[in-house]
């Protein structure tokens, strides 16, 4: 099993989604999760956001920030994350290596705490200066604690499912399958996100993730159902 990251960057030069050509940048993030047998490629799992993708060439609209504004953390410019590229991979580690098995066990304590039970104190598998390279929230781990017990908040019996885990030294990359119902909509929640953390001292010291927001905005009502 290979777990990838990659960011896509290119200009909107041809029609996409039937929208004609407008010159604009483009970034947004694709998250992978390969399986190999006999050095052959025999399965792949993916999550992509297209949702930056869109807005940056008019197709939706920039609604990351009413987001934010739900989640009580400051806003984003163009209703677009701002993502950092973050630590390289191979950049030089200090302190002890991580174990494979130490890795896997900090992702299991991140899923386990905030995540589910939405108490904004459950964050003890994240870092005081956490990093979170894609902007949904800003560094810190109280934002993030934060963030998640008013998600858990809006959807109290959503679930989030673990299907694919890869682990390798300091690095765990995971794919989740989320489902639940928003209680004030009574609109159920579908969609999927990939996480990718850094291991130091047996806690989560950065965090890069690709989530699948036009579907999460569409749970929210942040989006019409039909795009």
Not at 155 to 169: C, F, K, S
Not at 183 to 203: H, K
Request: hydrophobic letters at 40%.
């Amino acid at each position: 099993m290979i777990a990838l990251r990659t960011i896509v960057t290119g200009n909107h030069t041809g029609e996409y989604v039937g929208v004609a050509p407008t010159g604009k940048p483009i970034q947004t993030s694709v998250s992978h999760i390969f399986r190999f047998r006999d050095d052959r490629l025999v399965e792949h799992w993916q999550v992509m956001d297209t949702y930056r993708i869109l807005v940056r060439i008019g197709r939706l609209p920039g609604v990351a920030a009413q987001f934010q504004q739900l989640l009580g953390v400051p806003e984003s410019p163009e209703g677009i994350f701002v993502e950092k590229p973050g630590t390289e991979f191979g950049a030089p580690r200090t302190g002890r290596p991580a174990t494979r098995e130490e890795s896997r066990a900090v992702g299991r304590r991140l899923y386990g705490g905030a995540i589910t039970t939405g108490i904004a104190e459950d964050v003890d598998a994240l870092a005081e200066d956490y990093i979170q390279n894609t902007g949904w929230t800003p560094d810190g781990r109280q934002f993030f604690g934060n963030a998640w017990a008013i998600g858990r908040g809006a959807m109290p019996d959503g679930l989030a499912v673990q299907t694919h885990v890869v682990a390798e030294n300091d690095r765990v990359a995971s794919i989740s399958v989320w489902d639940g119902t928003i209680t004030a909509s009574g609109t159920p929640v579908d969609f999927a996100s990939a996480d990718f953390l850094r291991i130091e001292r047996g806690v989560a010291a950065e965090h890069w993730d690709t989530v699948d927001y036009v579907r999460l905005y569409q749970s929210f009502g942040l989006l019409p159902e039909n795009i």
